[in-house]
């Protein structure tokens, strides 16, 4: 009877150990970082490990969608100086890890394990999730555990009286010695969820300036934001603009003091402006492109392009006809008198 309440007792006192190390098995990951990034930008997380077992191992995995996301640098917590960890990422969509601690450095709170920075590639907006996947560790526990010191002696006596031996079958003797105890212990997993957004666009340029029955001068140029346009005074304005990114909108401001302001708004909300000077002549021949003679010089009024010698050239080629004719008299002259003198000699 004495023997069966020692076993009882053994067996509840096993049951309560079991009970306590359940109780202090908790151990959880965790993982922080980047809500949010763009296309073809960088994203970052950071993975921690908490556990109030003091876990001296620990091994799992970090899953991620290789069709958003690249490994672009890895980077081990300063916190695991006295670990020898090592981190796997050749296999795309999966970064694989272990750690041993090489002294008494056992996580017992929370503690970053590693950092990883990611490549965001794709055009595309998406939510993507940064996962762990089967993190566990091995845990060593030494326990007292009591037994019976001279088991052997009894198992022999009752063989002996199982074969009709008269033996005495000794009072157990109980004593007490250190068991190891090895168990697997599984942290709960984590996930971190990434916003990617595409990148908003900062083009606010155009890509041409059209007047239509009019010139613009200087010849257009993106970067300039100063124009000339130059039209008959009877001639309706037509302007038409074509932006240099789609995403883009354009703005043309009603004429104002013989000016009119075009805006460029880009998508992500900069802008940028041209101004144009209206000038009005009369009788203006568009056809004649004052920035093939002059591009930094707009046609003054009352000038449609031409130069301004044109005017005269017929008074120009009268006046070289009529000199020429004069030498011509004059050399006539002198010869017709320079006979007469010589006749006169003669005689």
Not at 145 to 163: C, L, V
Not at 301 to 319: C, I, Q, V, Y
């Amino acid at each position: 009877m004495k023997k069966i309440v020692l076993i009882l007792l053994s067996i509840l006192c096993s049951l309560s150990l079991l009970t306590v190390s359940a109780a202090n098995d908790y151990s959880a990951m965790t993982i922080k970082g980047s809500t949010s990034s763009i296309c073809n930008g960088l994203a970052f997380v950071e993975v921690n490990a908490n556990s109030q077992s003091g876990v001296k191992n620990i091994t799992g995995q970090i899953k991620y969608d290789k069709s958003v996301l690249a490994v672009f640098d890895v980077e081990i917590s300063d916190n695991l100086d006295g670990w020898e960890f090592n981190i796997d990422t050749t296999s795309a969509g999966i970064i694989s890890f272990t750690g041993v601690a090489k002294a008494h450095d056992p996580i017992e709170a929370e503690r970053l394990l590693f950092k990883v920075t990611f490549i965001v590639h794709g055009s595309f907006e998406t939510n993507t999730v940064v996962s762990t996947s089967s993190v566990t560790s091995e845990i060593v526990e030494i326990t007292t555990e009591q037994y019976i010191t001279n088991q052997a002696e009894i198992d022999a006596a009752r063989q002996a009286w199982e074969n009709g031996e008269e033996v005495e079958i000794p009072e157990p003797i109980y004593g007490t010695r250190e068991v190891e105890n090895k168990r697997t212990i599984t942290f709960e997993n984590a996930s971190h969820s990434i916003r990617v957004v595409k990148q908003l666009s900062k083009n606010s340029y155009l890509k041409n300036i059209e007047v239509e029955n009019g010139t613009l001068s200087p010849v257009f140029n993106k970067l300039n934001n100063a124009y000339k346009v130059t039209i008959d005074e009877n001639t309706e304005l037509k302007i038409d603009c074509f932006k240099e990114d789609e995403r883009a909108t354009i703005v043309i401001q009603d004429e104002v003091n013989n000016q009119v302001i075009i805006t460029v708004t880009a998508e992500d909300g900069s802008n940028n402006t041209y101004v144009l000077t209206i000038i009005r002549q009369a009788n203006y021949n568009s056809n004649v492109d004052p920035n093939i003679q002059n591009p930094d010089n707009p046609v003054q009024p009352g000038n449609n392009g031409t130069s301004s010698r044109k005017p005269n050239a017929g008074l120009d080629t009268l006046s070289t006809v009529i000199i020429v004719a004069l030498m011509i008299v004059s050399l006539v002259g002198i010869g017709f008198g320079g006979s007469l003198i010589y006749k006169g000699s003669r005689e």
